[in-house]
């Protein structure tokens, strides 16, 4: 899953991003309320942690913007454990607010949490024939079998799933799972395709993880496999 995470504290920032990306999540990070109001604004992320204080515009602004457009849940942080601050960021449709300091493993809960509310619980569930995959408690089965995953393979295979039938490229997927910018000089796009398929595809009798040759991959049932 996808998320934004404005705070222009630098050893906050990082370490709230390392822990989300250890977590299996895809985590873009902006320093300034400005920006990050544009990458919320332009992006396509599953839920933003917002500081409240921020150089460029506050929190609080960013989310009145925001909350014109998007319903993308919002879980804010702030050094100030003051009622009316909370107050007001609930009224201005934060989701959930945390205080600093904070247990990282109290934050991850809180954004699990609202991950799995509302409509956003059935959108954390996607299959493919008998294949299967929760977002939510990062648990991925084909046939009944619980698959193996490292936290690459999770997030390659929930990209897939959530776009089967759309054949991905490889710069694409190295953007969205490993961050960085495609180099045609390195193959860790088609390792990790590899290992990935020798999880979900060897074992069983229809294949679903095509190579589109020249193009990229692609996650689908074909006709000529076995239901």
Not at 92 to 102: E, R
């Amino acid at each position: 899953m996808h998320l934004l995470v404005i705070e222009d504290e630098l050893k906050l920032g990082d370490y709230v991003r390392k822990g989300l990306t250890e977590s299996g999540f895809n985590v873009d990070l902006s320093r300034d309320g400005s920006e990050g109001l544009g990458m919320a604004l332009t992006g396509t992320y599953d839920a933003i942690v917002l500081d409240v204080m921020l150089p460029g515009i506050d929190g609080f602004k960013v989310l009145e913007v925001l909350r014109k457009s998007s319903s993308t849940p919002v879980l804010m942080l702030t050094a100030r454990d003051d009622v009316a601050d909370r107050v007001k960021g609930l009224e201005s449709g934060a989701d959930d607010y945390l205080a600093k300091p904070f247990a990282f493993s109290e934050l991850l809960a809180r954004i699990r949490a609202l991950l799995r509310r509302g409509s956003l619980q059935e959108s954390t569930r996607f299959a493919l024939a008998d294949l299967q995959l929760d977002l939510t408690t990062r648990r991925a089965t084909r046939a009944g079998k619980r698959l193996d995953l490292t936290a690459k393979e999770f997030a390659l295979l929930s990209i897939l799933l959530r776009r089967q039938g759309q054949v991905l490229s490889r710069a694409l997927l190295a953007d969205q799972v490993w961050d960085m910018n495609f180099d045609s000089e390195t193959n860790v796009v088609e390792v990790a395709v590899r290992r990935l398929r020798a999880k979900i595809d060897d074992p069983f009798d229809a294949k679903l993880l095509h190579t589109v040759r020249g193009m990229g991959y692609v996650l689908e049932l074909r006709d000529d496999d076995p239901p």
